[in-house]
């Protein structure tokens, strides 16, 4: 158990995110159109963004109050992935 009182799996979370990375760079190289690879390698990195924010930034033990606070910005990720996607 760390300081802030739970007993967060970090080993386990970075073994998840290493995986999860060259999972990434194999899935780059398969030949499929753009459109797919682009919707897997966003959909990969959310599932690693959301592993970081709830193990490392430690929001998974924080108040609901603090989780809006981090997703406020997400709206306009969402906006700006949606302006790239649309460029080619």
Do not use: C
């Not at 998840?16 to 459109?35: D, M, W």
């Amino acid at each position: 158990m760390d300081d802030t009182g739970h007993n967060a799996p970090y080993i386990a979370i970075w073994g998840v995110l290493l995986i999860l990375t060259l999972a990434e760079v194999g899935y780059a190289f398969l030949p499929i159109s753009k459109v797919l690879l682009v919707i897997g390698l966003i959909a990969m990195a959310l599932m690693k963004a959301a592993l970081v924010a709830l193990y490392y930034m430690h929001l998974r033990w924080e108040p609901k109050r603090l989780w809006l606070l981090a997703a406020a910005p997400l709206p306009l990720a969402v906006i700006l992935v949606i302006a790239v996607m649309t460029e080619f």
